[in-house]
């Protein structure tokens, strides 16, 4: 029994060094680490997001969990910049505001058929009551379709 308690304190020195040894040589090369990593995304663009499009469907709990510590150490910086989009935006915000009271989510999506994550989605900010009920995916779709700087990734249904 204590030799195997011993290896694996053992290899608990052993990470604990490789680690240490990773977080050094990245200190001492971060700008060529950080510049490899540019040039790479510059010539796999293409292969770079779509692993991001997976990972991020497929860690969503992950991401969730990152999103609300996030949330609960920088809660001032995240209601003020909140506050900024509603002055900025209020189009955007009255038309979600008022839709999600009046008008109803139908069953499924209006495109796929899908009946998971169902949303509004807006095709004029000025008529808010014309609506569509699509699904997560679909209305992410909609708006890199439509909108250059959205940030969210696409899945197809």
Not at 23 to 50: A, F, G, M, S, T
Request: some cysteine; charged content about 45%; glycine content about 2%.
């Amino acid at each position: 029994m204590k030799s195997i308690f011993k290896d694996k304190k053992e290899k608990g020195k052993r990470k604990k060094k490789a680690k240490e040894y990773k977080e050094k040589y990245y200190q001492d090369n971060k700008e060529k680490i950080l510049l490899n990593q540019k040039e790479y995304y510059k010539d796999n663009k293409d292969k770079v997001n779509r692993y991001k499009r997976e990972w991020s469907f497929e860690n969503i709990e992950k991401i969730k969990k990152a999103n609300k510590k996030y949330y609960e150490n920088n809660k001032e910086s995240y209601n003020k910049r909140t506050r900024e989009f509603k002055k900025k935006n209020k189009k955007i915000t009255n038309a979600q505001n008022y839709t999600g009271q009046k008008v109803k989510l139908k069953d499924k999506c209006e495109i796929c058929g899908s009946k998971k994550n169902l949303q509004r989605h807006h095709w004029d900010y000025n008529k808010p009551l014309i609506v569509n009920t699509l699904c997560i995916d679909c209305h992410n779709i909609q708006h890199i379709k439509n909108f250059k700087n959205s940030r969210k990734g696409v899945k197809e249904c």
